[in-house]
């Protein structure tokens, strides 16, 4: 996605471009889990932007274990406003180490808890993908989560099925507001994956799906941590009466993970394994480019900005029960969930 010249009526924005900056984490230490393919492959979407990632390979096979061990280590950040989180931290140093390990393993549990609770309210098999897409967003499009909606879910009261992540982004160049609306999709099947992804994307983009989204950020705002300036010039941005609000874009996130079964492929090749297995991710892509390209001109959204993360698996199953047998998932709907193909959110 290329930043062009914003319109001059941008509001003062150097508290929230600062405040956004301090939001920011260095998540490289993900690249030695989650590797990333260089490519050139493009469809007629001049908006789409594709990249793709794969589980990062150990004496030929990829590790998804660990790269289960190491996502699930971000659940707390993920699942809890980023004010608890902050609290928590501040109590480092000024309570005991074995005090303070207790309170960290309670915030954790809680996120766990938190996770499952609001899987069973919106009727998910509790996938590992928004967590993956939520980590892809915030290290590679550096746009720091500014809602943690995992905490909204469990309020029966409130209807928050829509995005999977709320991030945000600012350009200080052009005075842009980014804010970026995540969707995961699994499937055990790559086509029925970009189906449902363009299906969703068309909906998520639906003017009164995006007023309800708007509207749990500004009433949430609070608890993103943002200091009083910061969180004033946001709000410019989201209030159609703002100065800011022609420079706000709202772009989608999507993360596609699917079987892919070039890794079985790549075990026995007698070349290095890693690099055949590249070979073939990019193959897949090339054919999968004009699919998703398609699909988006068939939900009439060609023209909006997406950032697709193409994320093949051995096993779109397999990834579901590692992550839930790391967070302690008991919730009778993984039993019957078939073991391939239909896996989905």
């Not at 600062?18 to 260089?38: E, F, G, M, N, P």
Request: proline share 5%.
């Amino acid at each position: 996605m290329t930043d062009t010249a914003a319109a001059p009526s941008s509001p003062p924005t150097g508290p929230l471009e600062d405040a956004l900056a301090s939001l920011k984490r260095d998540l490289s230490k993900l690249s030695t889990r989650l590797k990333s393919v260089d490519h050139t492959v493009t469809t007629e979407c001049k908006a789409l932007t594709l990249r793709l990632h794969y589980p990062a390979f150990r004496q030929r096979k990829p590790m998804m274990s660990e790269l289960v061990d190491t996502v699930s280590t971000y659940i707390v950040n993920f699942c809890l406003p980023r004010q608890q989180v902050a609290d928590l931290n501040q109590q480092y140093g000024k309570v005991s180490p074995e005090e303070f390990t207790t309170m960290f393993e309670v915030l954790r549990q809680e996120a766990f808890d938190l996770f499952k609770r609001a899987h069973v309210a919106t009727n998910r098999n509790g996938e590992a993908g928004e967590l993956i897409l939520y980590l892809l967003t915030e290290w590679l499009l550096e746009a720091p989560q500014i809602v943690a909606k995992m905490s909204l879910k469990t309020n029966t009261e409130m209807p928050v099925h829509g995005a999977d992540g709320v991030h945000v982004r600012y350009c200080a160049a052009t005075g842009r507001l980014y804010i970026y609306w995540g969707e995961a999709k699994l499937y055990g099947n790559l086509d029925q994956a970009i189906t449902e992804a363009a299906k969703s994307i068309a909906e998520s983009l639906d003017d009164k799906k995006i007023k309800h989204e708007i509207t749990l950020v500004k009433r949430h705002l609070d608890l993103s941590g943002l200091k009083p300036d910061a969180k004033k010039a946001m709000l410019d941005f989201l209030d159609p009466y703002g100065s800011g609000y022609a420079n706000r874009h709202d772009v989608i996130s999507c993360l596609v993970v699917f079987d892919f079964d070039a890794f079985a492929a790549a075990l026995i090749s007698e070349t290095d394994a890693e690099e055949e297995f590249r070979k073939l991710a990019l193959a897949k892509l090339g054919e999968a480019a004009p699919k998703i390209a398609k699909a988006l001109k068939a939900k009439g959204i060609a023209h909006q900005e997406v950032e697709m993360f193409i994320m093949p698996v051995p096993s779109v199953a397999t990834l579901r029960d590692l992550f839930q047998d790391k967070i302690g998932w008991k919730h009778p709907a993984a039993k019957k969930a078939p073991k391939k193909s239909a896996v989905s959110k």
